[in-house]
Structure formats: C-alpha cells, structure tokens
C-alpha cells in the first residue's frame, strides 16, 4: 500500500514562520508564564471571538475540569455522561466526588434530561454533563431540573468551542464551562484548556485557585494548583485565532460531503446536528446499524487495513473502565442506549487539511 496514512484528526499547525514572530518576542521580553502578554491577550481575544464575558486560561482541560469544581464546592454525587473521554469522570473521582451515571439521547448522545432527574438523591450537587462531538445539550430542561433541585451545572465543553445555540454562544450555559485545547481539537494550544466564567468575582477565585492560591507576593487564600498556561501556549493560540475562520470552513465542508457521499449507503447513518446555529464540526461520527453489511468493528478493521484509522469514539464506555464498573450507575442494564452506541458508533477523519482525495478513499470503502 503506498498511500498515506489517514487519522482521525490532524492537529491544525499554521506555518513555522508565522509563528516565529511570536516566539521572537517571547525571548525578547523573557516573561514564559504566570499570566504574561499573550496570556492576557488570548484571554481577551477568546472573549470577542466565543462571545462570552470571562476566560480563565488553564495548562489543560482535565485541570480546569478539577478546579471548576474546586471554585464551585462542589460535594458529593455529581450526575455525568458514561459517553465521553474519561476525564470527564476522572476529573470528579480527583476532587473527591462520587459519579452518578445517566443514559443519554438517542439522537444527541447527550444527558437525557429525563434521566437526570430520576437519579437525583439528597447527596446530589451538581450535574457534569458534555455537549458530545460538539452538539449542543438540551441546556434549558438541564437547568431547569438543576434550578429546581438547588444544583450546579459544569458543562464539560471539550467539544463545543465556537458551536452557538438558540440563544448564542452555548458555553454561556450553566454555572461555568470547560473547554480543551488539546492538540486535536478545533481550536489548539498544542496543550491548553480554559474555564468560561460569567462574572468577575468567579474569574478570580479560579485564577487564585489555578497558581496556587496566591493574591499577592505573601497571601495565599486557598489550597490551588498549578494550572496555568505558559506564554508559548498562549501566543500560538492567538495565531491559531486568525485561522479559525478558514478553520471552521474546511470543517463543514467535509462535513457536507461526508453527509452527501454516505446518504445513500444502507446501514450507515450520519448522526443529525442537535440545533445549533454555528457548528464546529469537531467529529464526523457514524452509527453502524445492523444492515450494514459489517459490523462497526469489521469496517474499523476495513478501514484500518487500507491505512485509514478511525476511532470509536467513545467506546469503551466509562462505566467499563474497573474504576467505575462497581458503582451501581454503571450497570449496563440502567445504560442501555449509550451501551448500544459504544458499539456502533464510529469517527471518521476530519481535519481541515483532509484532502478531497483522501476523503473520497473513505467514502468509497464505506460505501463498497
């Protein structure tokens, strides 16, 4: 085989030479951390670009994932999503809390609503919940039930940078919510995260508590971490904002050819957006139904002998994993729709520099 590889994702890398200019100044001025310049900027700039009031950058997102419930006190059970990446859970399992798994939509494999208020016990504080692969929860019956029951909502927004919902940017929704800027998301630091926060006051017990609680040269005020984001993170994040748009662009149109060139094969089902205004086509998954000629693991195979390598996104489910299997909420008898899913569900590769090519040897092994 003599073609290229082709992976799930790519990370999106401007060219070196313009990112020199950066790192120019960055050995100029030799400020590389503790909210320097760029750190600042990129926080201001996210701000304009996502629509939202306060940032709090962070070194990743599992980290501002443990802080976001560190500034919120959160206690006890925390009802979350058994269809996501493991720090979703781990982050609650590291701050002390105890996950309480709920089924998600069919459509959406996002929290059922429905489900969520059916498992709320006296020591439930607060719903986790994630906008998978980028489509939005149903954040108003969420906040409903959260109003309702006196609960905190920590929107796990890996997923969800740039999408907007009905009412704009959907990271305004909840208490505070947390994205990655992972190497392979939409938009990247090499390594990054950041906290949404809709007030002063809460941006700044979050920036005391992500560098170790310190307000000044000798008063600490809480037991923070270690959670900043360094100015090179920051500055490359400030050049990936000037591509976002080209970005976002190439990502839907793969999309839309993925969605045209799969419609008429029978078993594969493209999963529908969940409402948003503005996508970020963050994934590209599929459902492998079975009257596919295959099942989800045999075309994974397929494909990966052809040197195209999906991912199965996100299988195994959490609730697998021997960390959480034990829990009650974990049985796959009160999961039976994220259960099904982890095993049809495949990602086929998106990234901006997808070719057409490259993309049509995808569509055609599908659909052959």
């Keep these: 085989m003599t073609d290229k590889p082709i992976y799930v994702t790519q990370p999106y890398l401007p060219s070196l030479d313009e990112f020199t200019p950066y790192l120019r100044q960055i050995w100029d001025n030799k400020i590389l ?3 320097g310049p760029f750190h600042q900027q990129l926080e201001k700039a996210l701000c304009e670009y996502l629509g939202v009031e306060h940032v ?6 599992t980290l501002a994932l443990i802080t976001a419930l560190q500034a919120l006190r959160v206690s006890g059970e925390v009802i979350t999503t058994p269809y996501s990446f493991v720090a979703t859970a781990h982050s609650l399992l590291w701050h002390g809390n105890k996950p309480v798994f709920v089924d998600v939509e069919p459509e959406t494999l996002n929290l059922d609503p429905a489900k969520i208020e059916a498992a709320i016990t006296p020591q439930t504080t607060a719903i986790m919940p994630v906008h998978c692969y980028g489509n939005p929860c149903d954040v108003d019956a969420i906040q409903k039930i959260a109003d309702n029951y006196n609960l905190k909502v920590i929107y796990d927004a890996a997923h969800a940078f740039g999408v907007q919902c009905h009412c704009g940017s959907v990271l305004n929704h909840g208490d505070l919510s947390v994205l990655s800027f992972h190497a392979t998301k939409v938009f990247n630091t090499f390594e990054g995260g950041a906290i949404i926060c809709p007030d002063a006051k809460t941006k700044q017990r979050i ?5 170790f609680g310190f307000v000044d040269e000798t008063t ?5 971490i270690n959670g900043k984001m360094s100015e090179i993170n920051a500055a490359f994040g400030m050049l990936q904002l000037k591509h976002m748009p080209a970005v976002m662009q190439r990502r839907a149109e793969i999309d839309a050819t993925y969605r045209e060139g799969l419609k008429g094969v029978k078993g594969i089902r493209c999963l529908p957006k969940a409402g948003q205004i503005v996508a970020n086509h963050s994934y590209f998954p599929v459902m492998v139904d079975a009257d596919y000629p295959f099942s989800r693991d045999e ?8 040197g195209i390598y999906g991912r199965r996104y996100f299988y195994p489910l959490i609730t697998d994993f021997p960390m959480y299997r034990g829990l009650p909420s974990a049985a796959r008898s009160n999961l039976p729709v994220a259960t099904a899913a982890a095993q049809k569900v495949l990602c086929l590769p998106i990234y901006p520099n997808l070719s057409s090519d490259a993309q049509g040897r995808v569509i055609d092994l599908i659909g052959g």
């Excluded at 075309?299 to 052809?306: A, C, F, G, S, V």
């Design 207 to 211: 920036d005391h508590l992500k560098n």
């Design 299 to 306: 075309l994974y195979q397929r494909l990966k002998d052809h």
């Design 56 to 61: 709090a950058l962070f070194s990743n997102g």
């Design 220 to 224: 600490v005020v809480a037991p923070g």
């Design 33 to 35: 951390t503790n909210g």
